[in-house]
């Protein structure tokens, strides 16, 4: 199946400083989507991208579509202490058939902010 | 509010034991999903119905079932045959599969 490397696992940063994770696939995907779960509770939708080469922001947080297909950015600017939590990504699509839409998931990147 | 519910928030299941975890959504969703998160770990399909009264087998269905018999629920059963059920269980839905799926809050079920 298909495999999702996402880095870093874990990161302890500063209040202020920017941050920037990554995955990366053995295969192509045609839709990348980055999630936050806090502890305990299900994953917020942070950001989605359908097109290789986009760039789309939300708020301080700006995520990327590799022109290759197979990785995605994610960037955290002036990070508070309410960014602390789990960030996925997960990447869909890539081969026809039955359960081309379903979804694979990174591991997981688990940010500290240190106040 | 619109949104996705579980529940149980916790549950306990006693060895041979089959367990319901309940998902609804009232977001008007036709695809719906089950997830199960295990610690430092991502997230594996268990079970996924694009549409009422249909359902498709995920990366590791063995030891759960599921049904569809509305739109707005579908409900999980972990049933005695899944020989490690503890860990989170994330239920997701869609307006389609092509659309990014949101997710509920969780059940997280233990073994006594």
């Known amino acids: 199946g298909q495999q999702l490397n996402q880095s870093p696992q874990s990161m302890f940063i500063q209040e202020g400083e920017d941050v920037s994770m990554n995955c990366t696939s053995s295969?192509?995907?045609?839709?990348w989507l980055w999630y936050k779960q806090d502890p305990g509770e299900g994953p917020v939708l942070l950001i989605a991208?359908?097109?290789?080469?986009e760039l789309t922001s939300n708020g301080r947080l700006t995520a990327q579509f590799g022109i290759t297909r197979k990785d995605s950015f994610l960037n955290i600017s002036a990070s508070i202490p309410s960014d602390v939590g789990i960030y996925f990504c997960?990447?869909?699509?890539?081969?026809?058939?039955?359960?081309?839409?379903?979804?694979?998931f990174g591991k997981g990147t688990k940010l500290s902010v240190i106040p | 509010d619109g949104g996705i519910t579980q529940s149980p928030k916790y549950l306990f299941r006693k060895e041979g034991q089959n367990v319901t975890l309940s998902c609804e959504q009232n977001?008007?969703?036709?695809?719906m999903y089950w997830y199960r998160q295990d610690p430092g770990q991502g997230l594996r399909l268990i079970y996924y119905?694009?549409?009422?009264?249909?359902?498709q087998k995920g990366d590791i269905a063995e030891g759960y079932s599921v049904s569809r018999e509305k739109k707005e629920s579908f409900p999980l059963t972990v049933t005695s045959a899944q020989k490690n059920p503890t860990a989170f269980y994330l239920c997701?839905?869609?307006?389609?599969?092509?659309?990014?799926?949101?997710f509920g809050d969780g059940t997280r079920l233990s073994i006594l």
């Open positions: 977001l008007n969703h036709d695809a």
């Open positions: 997960a990447g869909r699509g890539g081969n026809s058939g039955a359960g081309s839409y379903q979804l694979t």
């Open positions: 991208l359908y097109k290789a080469g």
């Open positions: 295969s192509i995907f045609n839709t």
């Open positions: 119905s694009q549409i009422v009264n249909d359902f």
């Open positions: 997701a839905s869609a307006k389609s599969e092509e659309q990014p799926q949101h």
